[in-house]
T-cell receptor, first 110, second 113 residues
């Protein structure tokens, strides 16, 4: 039982490049979330999903897209990376009142 | 709308002395409240949660928090700090159920030997 996993763990991009972050959970949770963490800002919600095939915007959605084609996977895409997207990205899934977090992806955009 | 204010960005205590991390919340609904801890370069770990049961909530590693509706507070305490408690602590609010979490900006706890 791996819980929530994230791929990759680290990535360096150049401005304008694209990439996809993968989040996978093996707990059969309906709800999944993407957050970003910046110094002094806590975690802020980017997008979330309440089930397979559904997505919704969070607090800071601009510059990101998401897809939930399979229940266990939640993908976060950056179509044209910008330095402002340098951050640590956390995925989570939830059941009832508890969210389970992945280990994070550290992304640097040069 | 919901929000969380962590009243101190940095708290420093001596090993063996009490810890108090302060959190005030605002919520239009009956809230669920959480404290998460993040050690350097690590992920987030749930310390404790309040979901409208007992107002005094006990968590892991000797931490506890008290929900005070009249003061809209959910302060985190520990009787005696240990060096291993040095980390970033986040107070978090959400509506009951599978709703997105709203994080405070964090309090960095330093423990001095």
């Amino acid at each position: 039982n791996a819980g929530v996993t994230q791929t990759p763990k680290f990535r360096v991009l150049k401005t304008g490049q694209s990439m996809t972050l993968l989040c996978a959970q093996d707990m059969n949770h309906e709800y999944m979330y993407w957050y970003r963490q910046d110094p002094g800002m806590g975690l802020r919600l980017i997008h979330y999903s309440v089930g397979e095939g559904t997505t919704a915007k969070g607090e800071v959605p601009d510059g990101y897209n998401v897809s939930r084609l399979k229940k266990q996977n939640f993908l976060l895409g950056l179509e044209s990376a910008a330095p402002s997207q340098t951050s640590v990205y956390f995925c989570a899934s939830s059941i009832y009142n508890e969210q389970f977090f992945g280990p994070g992806t550290r992304l640097t955009v040069l | 709308a919901q929000s969380v204010t962590q009243l101190d960005s940095h708290v420093s205590v001596s090993e063996g002395t009490p810890v108090l991390l302060r959190c005030n919340y605002s919520s239009s609904y009956s809230p669920s409240l959480f404290w998460y801890v993040q050690h350097p370069n690590k992920g987030l770990q749930l310390l404790l949660k309040y979901t409208s049961a007992a107002t005094l909530v006990k968590g892991i590693n000797g931490f506890e928090a008290e929900f005070k509706k009249s003061e809209t507070s959910f302060h985190l305490t520990k009787p005696s700090a240990h060096m291993s408690d040095a980390a970033e602590y986040f107070c978090v609010v959400s509506r009951t159920g599978n709703t997105p979490l709203v994080f405070g900006k964090g309090t960095r706890l330093s423990v001095i030997a």
